[in-house]
T-cell receptor, first 112, second 117 residues
């Protein structure tokens, strides 16, 4: 079982819709969870992080964490074509010095 | 504030040759990371420095890869000899560090795209 699993996609949504990106992890002791966005040919950039169960909102983005189910998601409201990118879920393991383990990413396509 | 700098941006070499990448982290960032990102995959941590000491190199292929961070600032990653499977983007990241925050944000440089022929 991979440490961090994501559906590779592509996930296609129309402009203005809600995009829902999901991630599961295997290490029950994982502490913090990060969502990065990566445009083609570019480096990852942090969107947001979450470490407590529940929802965390930042503008059009909402991260949701359920530690009991070992599940973290990212919702993008009012999706825009500029949101088209690969979204990487990263999990900070309990062991290791702030080590992040990344999933393979989900490719999101927002059509006008 | 300047971001993480990396050079070169692109490198093409033949297998069995050697190559070196350079990274300059954000000023004041104590922790520096080197990642390997193969096409279609997420970044994989190769080595992590806290100041000039190594805190994690468990996934670094030490028979061919080496890295150093002299004086706790700039870092170089070397591959010698390169193999075809080393073709990837090598990303450098830095964070404020200190080891006390579980949400220490990592900031990535633009990466070096390596092609091994």
């Amino acid at each position: 079982q991979k440490e961090v699993e994501q559906n590779s996609g592509p996930l296609s949504v129309p402009e203005g819709a809600i995009a829902s990106l999901n991630c599961t992890y295997s290490d029950r002791g994982s502490q913090s969870f990060f969502w990065y966005r990566q445009y083609s040919g570019k480096s990852p950039e942090l969107i947001m992080f979450i470490y407590s169960n529940g929802d965390k909102e930042d503008g059009r983005f909402t991260a949701q964490l359920n530690k009991a189910s070992q599940y973290v998601s990212l919702l993008i409201r009012d999706s825009q074509p500029s949101d088209s990118a690969t979204y990487l879920c990263a999990v900070q393991l309990l062991t290791g010095f702030q080590k992040l383990v990344f999933g393979t990413g989900t490719r999101l396509l927002v059509s006008p | 504030e300047a971001g993480v700098a990396q050079s070169p941006r692109y490198k093409i070499i033949e297998k069995r040759q050697s190559v070196a990448f350079w990274c300059n982290p954000i000023s004041g960032h104590a922790t520096l990371y080197w990642y390997q990102q193969i096409l279609g995959q997420g970044p994989k941590l190769l080595i992590q420095f806290q100041n000039n000491g190594v805190v994690d190199d468990s996934q670094l292929p030490k028979d061919r890869f080496s890295a150093e961070r002299l004086k706790g600032v700039d870092s170089t990653l070397k591959i010698q000899p390169a193999k075809l499977e080393d073709s990837a983007v090598y990303l450098c990241a830095s964070s404020l560090g200190g080891g006390f925050s579980s949400t220490d944000t990592q900031y990535f440089g633009p990466g070096t795209r390596l092609t091994v022929l």
